[in-house]
């Protein structure tokens, strides 16, 4: 026979599993979307990693799915990058869902410096979010963003076309936005927990709805 | 007044040294074309048996290959003051002398705490700089010297006990006078002590004025008589390559000692560098400059390099490069940035703004920017790059992608959700706008600003979306 051991010294050194997933602690990042927020294994966006979003194509609620962690960030003062964007943020719409522009910095890049950049960004450990438009980035460059997200601490996000999501990535989170029948944003894979089977409805933010 | 001097035994070596990272036998030589002569040499010649003051006939019989550069004075010269600028942060009483800085530091001991601190923080700043150097320490600048000469870390801070320590100096090494020096040797006076004790007036009129005037201001009786130095207000820094260069990597170890040395500068001078131009020299002085700018002051020698390096490296050479030249004119106040007490970014994070020079260095100028918004409300205006923000919250709805210019909103007719808002303005500045704003759904599901011309309903035209 064996020595007898406590179980109680066990359960405490948490060396065995007992079935019921622990509370879901509240996520340090949360996404501003209360419904998405509960699906999330992190309770929001993945910390210090990669998340990548597909597109069927831009300006479909990229930034409305966001804008309002942009917010949050940016009114904590802290930096925020934009790297390569298809248009030009509208400071009057970016300030309507409570950005505050002083902390975002736009980053013109050409195409064949666009993963460079982000990298950079996301190493240097002193941005809060980087938010990137690349058009061509394979599995290993998404690899590296990973990285030096990790490094850095920051939130990435990586804005790409619906047709990537046949590849395999290494983003600790991959959203799909859908523009119809409506708006909504699917999870297609979320690191540490199954990927919901429903979707998000990304409804209008109060902005967009017209006052008159 | 107590005094800190800086010996530089191998002034002219060290320049040269400083900017080569090989070290294969290397000699500085000086004198008439047929009698010439090394004056200084690095360690693997020394090694190989050659000596200073061998003819360079000889020198060649000893060792089959060595480089050798002509010693340049007026070289030798520009690293001094350099180096006294670098000394001038530390005191702001600095003076040359012969192969030596002073600096008084009786009134520095204060701020940079005692005199053993101060010396390893000088000997640090040195070593760093890739010049050998002897410090000491005495009431005097020419004791101090003296001291120096003779031993390294030497320290002599009360006047009182100056006469002892100088007692047992060989005259050789006392730095009088050399005519008196040769004089009182043959007369039998070999050490500083015998000098201390003969008659001063028999002296003065042996010797003149001369020696007594030396011997007071060694032994603090008089003042020091030196030339206080004052770092000039621009930073001229050019080095000569030893062979041509032609691929902007091989620059990058002189730019990095330039830059470093730019930052000691500005370090000295308690100040910083905005704008500074890189001159690469070609053959028959054509030049290619490279101009560097920087959002705010800076003068730490890391990001001055990093900066530096990113425009150096955006240059197609278009012939070899031989010589290198660091021009700073704009040399404005520098303010250091304040830190946050409970910094949460990760350790060794790179700061906001050395990564948007890094940036730039790359991506250009303008890559890296801020928008505000303006006044002006037509859409193509109503934003800037810009520090300053002008504008308001407007009460419309507007888009979060804005489009550089309007374009035609193509495919079936869209489906309007908002509308329309009237904008009628810029009759005065030629650019008029008369147009009625819809927000707009598109057959693909995309939420769009658009419009069209007052009072239509068709001829979209896209603004923005809604994203």
Redesign the interface.
């Known amino acids: 026979m064996g020595a007898v051991v406590a179980l109680s010294g066990l359960l405490d050194a948490r060396q065995v599993w007992r079935g019921a997933a622990a509370p879901m602690p509240a996520g340090a990042q949360p996404t501003g979307w209360p419904e998405l927020d509960a699906a999330l294994p992190a309770g929001g966006w993945p910390e210090a990693s990669l998340s990548e979003i597909l597109l069927p194509a831009d300006g479909v609620g990229e930034l409305r799915l966001l804008l309002p962690t942009l917010a949050r960030l940016s009114r904590a003062a802290r930096p925020v990058m934009v790297v390569a964007p298809p248009y030009a943020p509208c400071v009057a719409g970016w300030r309507q869902h409570g950005v505050d522009m002083r902390r975002v910095e736009i980053v013109a890049a050409p195409q064949n410096e666009v993963l460079w950049a982000t990298e950079q960004c996301l190493r240097s450990g002193s941005c809060a979010a980087v938010l990137a438009w690349p058009r061509q980035a394979d599995d290993r460059a998404l690899r590296r963003l990973q990285v030096a997200a990790d490094s850095g601490r920051a939130l990435a996000f990586v804005l790409r076309d619906r047709h990537c999501l046949a590849n395999a990535s290494p983003a600790a989170l991959r959203l799909e936005i859908e523009a119809l029948p409506q708006p909504r944003a699917w999870v297609r894979k979320c690191r540490g927990g199954v990927a919901p089977a429903r979707p998000f409805p990304l409804e209008s933010a109060p902005a967009d709805r017209a006052p008159h | 007044m107590t005094w800190a001097c800086i010996l530089l035994p191998q002034l002219a070596l060290d320049g040269v040294l400083r900017r080569r990272d090989d070290d294969g036998p290397l000699v500085l030589i000086d004198g008439p074309v047929n009698a010439r002569v090394i004056v200084a040499l690095n360690a693997s010649a020394r090694a190989a048996g050659l000596r200073v003051g061998q003819r360079l006939v000889a020198a060649r019989a000893l060792l089959a290959q060595f480089e050798m550069l002509p010693h340049d004075a007026a070289m030798v010269g520009r690293w001094q003051r350099f180096l006294a600028a670098v000394a001038y942060r530390y005191s702001s009483t600095v003076g040359l002398l012969p192969h030596a800085i002073v600096l008084e530091v009786g009134h520095s001991l204060g701020l940079f705490g005692p005199w053993p601190r101060l010396e390893a923080m000088l000997r640090e700043e040195f070593a760093a700089l890739g010049f050998r150097h002897r410090i000491a320490l005495a009431p005097t600048p020419q004791a101090a010297w003296v001291l120096a000469g003779l031993q390294d870390g030497a320290a002599v801070p009360e006047l009182a006990r100056l006469r002892p320590a100088l007692q047992d100096v060989p005259m050789r090494k006392s730095r009088l006078p050399a005519v008196a020096v040769e004089r009182l040797a043959g007369m039998g006076i070999h050490t500083l002590g015998q000098l201390f004790r003969l008659p001063r007036d028999g002296l003065r009129r042996r010797f003149g004025c001369e020696l007594q005037e030396a011997l007071e201001r060694l032994l603090g009786e008089r003042p020091p008589g030196l030339d206080s130095y004052l770092p000039p207000d621009r930073f001229d820094l050019s080095i000569e390559l030893s062979h041509e260069v032609e691929n902007v990597a091989s620059l990058v170890f002189p730019l990095r000692r330039m830059t470093g040395d730019l930052a000691a500068y500005l370090a000295g001078r308690d100040g910083g560098v905005q704008r500074f131009v890189l001159r690469l020299e070609h053959r028959e002085g054509r030049v290619t400059e490279v101009r560097v700018g920087l959002l705010a002051p800076q003068r730490d020698a890391g990001m001055l390099f990093e900066t530096a390096r990113g425009r150096l490296e955006q240059v197609q050479l278009p012939e070899p490069v031989l010589g290198l030249r660091l021009l700073a004119r704009d040399l404005p106040a520098f303010v250091p940035a304040g830190r946050d007490l409970f910094d949460e ?2 350790l ?5 703004d ?3 020079e ?2 730039r260095a ?3 100028e ?8 303006t006044t002006d409300p037509r ?1 193509e205006r ?2 800037a790059v810009a520090d300053t ?1 002008a ?1 308001h ?12 210019q309007p374009i035609p909103l193509r495919g079936p007719s869209p489906r309007i ?3 329309p808002e009237r904008l009628e303005t810029g009759w005065w500045d030629g650019a008029e706008a008369c147009r009625d704003y819809y ?1 707009v759904e598109t057959s ?5 600003w658009a419009f069209c011309p007052t009072g239509e309903q068709g001829g979209w035209m896209l603004q ?4």
Not at chain 2, 366 to 373: F, G, I, N, T, Y
Not at chain 2, 393 to 404: I, Q
């Open positions: 970014t990760p060794h994070a790179l700061p906001l050395q990564l948007r890094r940036l790359r991506l250009g303008q890559a890296v920017h801020r928008l505000v918004a859409p109503a934003q923000d504008g919250d407007e009460p419309h709805p507007r888009p979060t992608w804005l489009l550089p959700l908002a509308g927000v693909l599901g995309q939420r769009a923005g979306w809604f994203a």
